[in-house]
């Protein structure tokens, strides 16, 4: 019976992390299709880009430890929160790209957003091809 409760517990334990290696892995494809669609919506040069991306990572950052710190809290303060960030960002984008691509960076973020849930519920809404299982 150990034994058994063992091997449970292992197998349970190597689904986890083979879990978690997947959201990773999610995560990281999705933020590099994300830097794809701005990098083409903003229509950015290879010298723009070099000089945007390092903003926006730290701009990005901003916002995931504003939102994080209070992520069971009041929903109009995250987002005068976010707000604010944005606000605080804009001339610096604006420094690097210009006005029309720094207001195009919000609308393209939005429209990214947008693409990604669709796809996520064109996905769920997809039935799921059934496993045919060898007979013995």
Same mark, same amino acid.
């Given at each position: 019976m150990?034994?058994?409760?063992?091997?449970?517990?292992i197998? $349970?334990? !190597?689904? !986890?992390?083979?879990?978690?290696?997947?959201?990773?892995?999610? /995560?990281?494809?999705?933020?590099a $299709?994300?830097?794809?669609?701005?990098t083409?919506?903003?229509?950015?040069?290879?010298?723009?880009?070099?000089?945007?991306?390092?903003?926006?990572?730290?701009?990005?950052?901003?916002?995931?430890?504003?939102?994080?710190?209070?992520?069971?809290?009041?929903?109009?303060?995250?987002?005068?929160?976010?707000?604010?960030?944005?606000?605080?960002?804009?001339?610096?984008?604006?420094?690097?790209?210009?006005?029309?691509?720094?207001?195009?960076?919000?609308?393209s973020?939005?429209?990214?957003?947008?693409? $990604?849930?669709?796809?996520?519920?064109?996905?769920? /809404?997809?039935p799921?091809?059934?496993?045919?299982?060898?007979?013995?």
């Amino acid at each position: 019976m150990k034994k058994i409760l063992f091997i449970a517990i292992i197998f $349970l334990g !190597s689904f !986890s992390i083979v879990n978690a290696q997947d959201d990773a892995n999610k /995560a990281e494809r999705i933020q590099a $299709l994300k830097i794809a669609f701005i990098t083409k919506k903003l229509d950015l040069t290879a010298d723009e880009a070099q000089r945007f991306w390092p903003v926006y990572n730290r701009y990005e950052n901003d916002i995931k430890e504003a939102v994080g710190e209070n992520k069971n809290g009041d929903v109009i303060d995250n987002e005068e929160k976010v707000l604010n960030i944005k606000k605080r960002y804009r001339p610096e984008f604006i420094k690097v790209v210009g006005q029309p691509k720094a207001n195009n960076l919000f609308n393209s973020e939005r429209e990214f957003r947008g693409v $990604l849930m669709r796809n996520l519920q064109n996905r769920q /809404a997809q039935p799921k091809p059934m496993r045919l299982r060898r007979q013995k």
